[in-house]
């Protein structure tokens, strides 16, 4: 499912201050590699995985608010009220689930909205925003999958994926921007300044912020899975959303080295193998 994440770029201001050399620049970009300085890191305690991430949890929730706003605005939410009623019933569940695991409040407060479009997709905003389409609720076959849908989305939440992706965003944009003034210094480089701009960009796509997306993609299925086998739904029926999803889109995906999201099958057959290790079903 597609995480939301509005950018201001007045936020670069706030962004640190890096000194480096044009040769460091020019490489890092080239490479595809994480530039140097992204380099502070934490641990999420609920993923184990280490984060780059400079922005406050506050501040990006505040980006968000405005445009949570304006979606609500724009966007028919549903009148039917047997739909909403269903979507908060597993969303409440499923949050009861991953309260269990202590990285969520089961009683923190939740905007939840359901969308009148055929989207088959739901998001997650900062702020404790959740949106879902109809069409995802058409496309699931019972509330155990509606659940994985759910769960994935409080997996983003507990992942810190919005903070994190935002910050390497950031980070990158701001390293692309170091890189092009490198160039425009350079007698012998300036000459390739387009071409060279191109490939940093190209690089810092494929190489880094895709990548992060995929990974937070992956996390979230694995954080949803728990809080689905916490909340008493039946975690097979997660291998089977991404069957159904998988068909929904054929012929439709471009290469998964190209796409924010990992491919259909290959986050069906993951999630068999982490069910299995975990002993919450035999498949």
Not at 133 to 139: H, K
Request: charged fraction near 20%; include cysteine.
């Amino acid at each position: 499912m597609v995480e939301r994440i509005d950018f201001d770029g007045e936020i670069l201001a706030n962004a640190p201050r890096i000194n480096m050399s044009r040769r460091a620049i020019i490489c890092g970009i080239a490479s595809g590699s994480v530039l140097p300085f992204v380099t502070s890191c934490a641990t999420n305690p609920a993923t184990g995985s280490n984060q780059f991430i400079f922005l406050g949890e506050d501040q990006i929730a505040g980006m968000a608010a405005s445009a949570w706003t304006d979606m609500k605005a724009q966007v028919p939410v549903t009148a039917n009220s047997r739909l909403k009623s269903r979507v908060l019933n597993v969303w409440n569940r499923t949050v009861r689930g991953a309260g269990q695991t202590g990285y969520v409040d089961p009683n923190a407060d939740w905007d939840v909205a359901v969308f009148d479009t055929d989207d088959v997709n739901a998001f997650v905003m900062p702020g404790n925003r959740v949106g879902v389409y109809r069409g995802i609720t058409e496309l699931t076959e019972n509330d155990d999958q509606l659940s994985s849908v759910l769960g994935h989305e409080t997996g983003h939440v507990v992942g810190r994926h919005a903070a994190e992706r935002l910050s390497i965003t950031t980070a990158a944009q701001a390293g692309l921007m170091l890189g092009q003034i490198a160039i425009t210094q350079s007698e012998t480089l300036s000459q390739y300044g387009t071409a060279i701009g191109a490939l940093g960009g190209a690089a810092m796509q494929f190489g880094v912020v895709l990548p992060y997306s995929r990974r937070h993609e992956s996390e979230a299925d694995r954080l949803g899975v728990d809080y689905m086998h916490n909340a008493g739904y039946d975690v097979k029926q997660s291998v089977r959303l991404w069957e159904l999803m998988a068909a929904n889109s054929e012929g439709q995906r471009q290469p998964e080295f190209m796409s924010t999201h990992p491919d259909p099958l290959n986050r069906a057959a993951a999630l068999k193998q982490y069910i299995n290790a975990k002993g919450y079903a035999l498949m």
